[in-house]
């Protein structure tokens, strides 16, 4: 398959939509990350996504949905997915709910489970995809399976070419990691990904304790234990780099690259995924990583990293 790269504008989301409703696998850009989106309501064409990441089929994906209505009409909110709904969305956060029994989306898309995770995404190339094809639409990650997320067209090139037919260019995701990922049928709230929504704002938006989910269940993307890795060893908590490493940088440890010189988690959230873009693509064998701070950003930075550098 040729796969084509354009920019985004109002053709090329007019000729993805072209492509979602016949079946293919579209890579378009959110805000957290590239997704790799197909119509969610198409167990054919969501089978394609599975082929194209050679993702497991236990894994369960994110559904993408314009509003709140469109959520309310696959999933069952309780007060606290209600509260979440109005305080994030748009943005970065997804919800586990129970899927309501006359849910139009297929049923491999929840990989077995009753409940399905589902966001209303900000970025507009999204959002104008969702719009013109009319379909919720199931979006992992744009690479294969257990790679390093994408968060640049080129990443989603190196990865999948050959495999998806087009990917739609908006230039660098925003955030640069995934969406929080929170369970809120019960007290305490699960959050079982963290991400750009951490765990202070979502007490704050329920008025409920959250937990961090550490259960080793799979009941949403991102959480096992080797993911987000490239294709090199991963030491982390590097204070310094070892011969043949690629030092990643954080703060007063400067390294081959940094994900930010001030100690600024935001820039290094943002900067996360190209910099192990960047470490995988040079001639060092090993990457290495400097210390993170857990607190804040930093919870969900390191749960990539640990993931990064899991056995595998």
Same mark, same amino acid.
């Given at each position: 398959?040729?796969?084509?790269? /354009?920019?985004?504008?109002?053709?090329?989301?007019?000729e993805a939509?072209?492509?979602?409703l016949?079946?293919?696998c579209?890579?378009?850009?959110?805000?957290?990350?590239?997704?790799?989106?197909a119509?969610?309501?198409?167990?054919?064409a969501v089978?394609?996504?599975?082929a194209?990441?050679?993702?497991?089929?236990?894994n369960? +994906?994110?559904?993408?949905?314009?509003?709140i209505?469109?959520?309310r009409a696959?999933?069952?909110?309780?007060p606290?997915?209600?509260k979440?709904?109005?305080?994030?969305?748009?943005g970065?956060?997804? +919800?586990? +709910?129970?899927?309501?029994?006359?849910?139009p989306?297929?049923?491999?898309?929840a990989?077995?489970?009753d409940?399905? *995770?589902?966001?209303?995404p900000?970025?507009?190339?999204?959002?104008g995809l969702?719009r013109?094809?009319?379909r919720p639409l199931?979006?992992p990650? *744009?690479n294969? =399976?257990?790679?390093?997320?994408?968060?640049r067209?080129d990443?989603?090139?190196? =990865?999948? /070419?050959?495999k998806?037919g087009?990917i739609?260019?908006?230039?660098p995701?925003?955030?640069?990691l995934?969406?929080?990922?929170?369970?809120?049928?019960?007290?305490?709230?699960? +959050?079982?990904?963290?991400?750009?929504?951490d765990?202070?704002?979502?007490?704050?938006?329920?008025?409920?304790?959250?937990?961090?989910d550490?259960?080793?269940?799979i &009941? *949403?993307p991102?959480?096992?234990?080797?993911?987000y890795?490239?294709t /090199?060893?991963?030491?982390? #908590?590097?204070?310094?780099g070892k011969?043949? #490493?690629?030092l990643?940088g954080f703060?007063?440890?400067a390294?081959?690259?940094?994900?930010?010189?001030s100690g600024?988690?935001?820039?290094?959230a943002?900067?996360?995924?190209?910099?192990?873009? #960047?470490?995988?693509?040079?001639?060092? *064998?090993r990457? =290495?990583?400097?210390p993170i701070? &857990?607190?804040?950003?930093g919870?969900?930075?390191?749960d990539?990293l640990?993931?990064?550098?899991?056995?595998?």
């Amino acid at each position: 398959m040729q796969t084509v790269v /354009k920019p985004f504008d109002e053709a090329t989301i007019a000729e993805a939509a072209r492509r979602i409703l016949a079946g293919e696998c579209v890579a378009v850009p959110t805000e957290t990350v590239y997704g790799l989106a197909a119509d969610a309501t198409n167990g054919e064409a969501v089978a394609g996504i599975y082929a194209a990441k050679g993702r497991p089929s236990f894994n369960p +994906l994110i559904v993408h949905v314009p509003t709140i209505d469109a959520a309310r009409a696959i999933a069952t909110f309780n007060p606290a997915a209600e509260k979440l709904a109005a305080t994030f969305w748009p943005g970065p956060l997804t +919800l586990v +709910l129970p899927q309501r029994p006359d849910s139009p989306v297929a049923a491999i898309v929840a990989a077995g489970l009753d409940t399905i *995770a589902i966001r209303i995404p900000a970025h507009p190339a999204m959002q104008g995809l969702l719009r013109a094809t009319n379909r919720p639409l199931a979006a992992p990650s *744009a690479n294969a =399976s257990g790679r390093i997320s994408p968060t640049r067209a080129d990443h989603v090139l190196a =990865s999948l /070419k050959g495999k998806i037919g087009l990917i739609v260019d908006a230039g660098p995701t925003g955030h640069g990691l995934e969406s929080s990922i929170v369970a809120p049928a019960a007290a305490p709230v699960r +959050l079982l990904r963290p991400g750009p929504i951490d765990r202070d704002m979502i007490e704050a938006a329920t008025g409920l304790p959250v937990s961090l989910d550490a259960s080793d269940a799979i &009941e *949403a993307p991102g959480q096992m234990a080797s993911h987000y890795a490239p294709t /090199k060893p991963v030491r982390l #908590e590097a204070a310094h780099g070892k011969p043949g #490493e690629w030092l990643i940088g954080f703060g007063n440890v400067a390294g081959d690259a940094t994900l930010s010189a001030s100690g600024d988690l935001i820039e290094a959230a943002a900067r996360l995924f190209d910099a192990l873009h #960047e470490a995988e693509a040079s001639d060092a *064998a090993r990457i =290495s990583v400097a210390p993170i701070p &857990e607190t804040g950003l930093g919870i969900a930075i390191n749960d990539r990293l640990r993931r990064a550098a899991a056995d595998r």
